[in-house]
């Protein structure tokens, strides 16, 4: 497996705001206008990988088959691939993709996925991968996590669903059983591509980065709103562990998320809740979202 230097992206460059502004505003299935980057060099073929976070579920306008991966032509893929020069451009993400599908064809609502490492080719430059949340049942946290917080506002029933008879953190363990499967990914994305830079996007931040959330306009007590807090982070601690190790790049969106999260007003909120005001699936990055996430992955790929 070559070896590559590990990157963190975290500074914005110069004029990116402006360049992935002016495509973000571009009407649907017009061609975007030329950037600041139309000249610089991004990927010769990229492929995008992953799951509802790459994919952009319900952010207009939705695209691709097959229809049930809910991609959106404004999730970052696509504006990483507008604002660069990346002559060869396949976006195979889907919603509700684990590290399995990346390997086997996923079947949606709508039409099945093939495995999505098959986009992957000799010739393939870039590759981008957003990918581990459904591993560790991202979902179903949420959804017991809604219906079990609101119960107990001064505790933290969520925590203690997922809290083991020894105490042990069951998500914990989940995310702990995951990073062999993601460090699999990340040999098998070597072996198929193996001059690609390869980048693995992580989570941003869902909920405030401190304090006590917004309940009950989002249904996490203080101490769930802690415990989910903590969990995502250590999910994308062992997703930049694992890129370190095979010696690819990380990409940390999670910090400009900060002050953007679901308790944040329409405007200013960049992830949606579980009742969204924006377009977007519940708890999921919207159009703003995205681009600041593509932000994030333009300045890895030109550092």
């Not at 198929?192 to 304090?211: H, K, M």
């Not at 944040?264 to 992830?271: D, H, S």
Request: one cysteine or more; glycine letters at 8%; a negative charge.
């Amino acid at each position: 497996m070559r070896l590559r230097p590990v990157r963190i992206a975290k500074l914005l460059l110069p004029g990116t705001v402006l360049a992935l502004g002016v495509v973000l505003a571009t009407p649907a299935g017009a061609a975007p206008a030329e950037s600041p980057f139309a000249s610089a060099p991004l990927f010769d073929a990229y492929v995008a990988l992953g799951d509802s976070y790459a994919a952009g579920p319900h952010i207009p306008q939705q695209k691709g088959t097959p229809a049930g991966c809910l991609r959106s032509n404004r999730n970052y893929p696509s504006l990483v691939a507008a604002t660069g020069r990346v002559p060869d451009f396949r976006d195979v993400s889907c919603s509700g993709a684990t590290t399995e599908d990346l390997l086997a064809p996923q079947a949606t609502s709508a039409g099945t996925n093939p495995a999505q490492l098959d986009a992957l080719v000799e010739g393939t430059t870039g590759v981008t991968l957003s990918i581990g949340g459904n591993d560790i049942g991202f979902a179903t946290i949420i959804s017991e996590c809604a219906v079990r917080s609101p119960r107990a506002p001064l505790g933290a029933a969520c925590r203690d669903f997922f809290t083991g008879p020894d105490g042990e953190d069951q998500l914990q363990e989940r995310i702990d059983e995951t990073a062999p499967e993601v460090a699999a990914a990340l040999e098998a994305i070597s072996e198929r591509a193996p001059q690609a830079e390869v980048f693995v996007v992580g989570y941003p931040a869902i909920l405030p980065d401190e304090g006590a959330g917004c309940f009950p306009v989002v249904p996490f007590s203080p101490g769930d709103v802690a415990f989910l807090r903590e969990t995502e982070k250590a999910l994308n601690a062992m997703l930049a562990e694992q890129a370190d190790a095979a010696g690819v790049a990380y990409v940390d969106t999670y910090d400009r998320f900060i002050g953007h999260d679901v308790c944040t007003l329409p405007g200013t909120k960049w992830i949606e809740g579980l009742a969204p005001t924006a377009p977007a699936a519940p708890v999921h990055p919207n159009a703003l979202g995205m681009l600041s996430m593509a932000q994030d992955v333009l300045t890895a790929a030109q550092d």
